[in-house]
């Protein structure tokens, strides 16, 4: 059952415009919610994360909108760059005992066009 | 500096063998994990440690196996077992708690 579902799957954005990138999740326990960029050939990098407690953060030209009745949280990359060009994940985390368990979303291919 | 160390870069896999990926970590990270990512279906977890001595199963464990004898290094084996062993493998760590996790790079994994 995937617990995380992320949409679009590829999004083509101008040099300048706004990307948005959407998640929806099922599982109540989920109670940190991490996007990570990733390039090719690359692991992932922690671009930025939410605690539900808040429904914005913001970092830069990144903003994560979280909507917690909706179980539903976004991504926006605002003044979109050719370099923000990467493929993007969602996750959501839920405590276990010592660590974390990720579920993640299936990823949304950015490409930014000049 | 810091960080998660994954090798080898490519790794290419006989029929029947098993193979090994190495991951070490200078973080002092108490949980280490590995993912096996696919095109199209974002990353899985394979088995997870938050302690030496001590792992679980994750989401599609069959055919893998693991060892936490370190603090800092968590190795995987990709057993014959696996049939479909191709695949970008990835391991992460965290700090106790509701940390956020760390990337290696990765392993590729093949089969001739």
């Known amino acids: 059952q995937q617990q995380v579902k992320q949409s679009p799957q590829s999004l083509i954005v101008q040099k300048g415009g706004i990307s948005i990138i959407n998640c929806a999740y099922e599982n109540t326990a989920f109670d940190y919610f991490p996007w990570y960029q990733q390039f090719p050939g690359k692991g992932p990098a922690l671009l930025i994360a939410i605690r539900p407690d808040v429904s914005e953060k913001k970092e830069g030209r990144f903003t994560i909108s979280f909507n917690k009745s909706a179980k539903q949280f976004s991504l926006h990359i605002m003044d979109s760059q050719p370099g923000d060009s990467a493929t993007y994940f969602c996750a959501a985390s839920r405590p276990t005992g010592g660590g974390n368990k990720l579920t993640f979303g299936t990823g949304t291919q950015l490409k930014v066009e000049l | 500096d810091g960080g998660i160390t994954q090798s080898p870069k490519y790794l290419f896999r006989k029929e029947g063998q098993n193979v090994t990926l190495s991951c070490e970590q200078n973080l002092n990270h108490d949980a280490m994990y590995w993912y096996r990512q696919d095109p199209g279906q974002g990353l899985r977890l394979i088995y997870y440690?938050?302690?030496?001595?001590?792992?679980q199963k994750g989401d599609i464990a069959e055919g893998y196996s693991v060892s936490r004898e370190k603090k800092e290094s968590f190795p995987l084996t990709v057993t014959s077992a696996q049939k479909n062993p191709t695949a970008f493998y990835l391991c992460a760590s965290t700090l106790s708690g509701n940390q956020p996790q760390h990337f290696g790079d990765g392993t590729r994994l093949s089969i001739l």
């Open positions: 440690s938050q302690i030496v001595n001590d792992f």
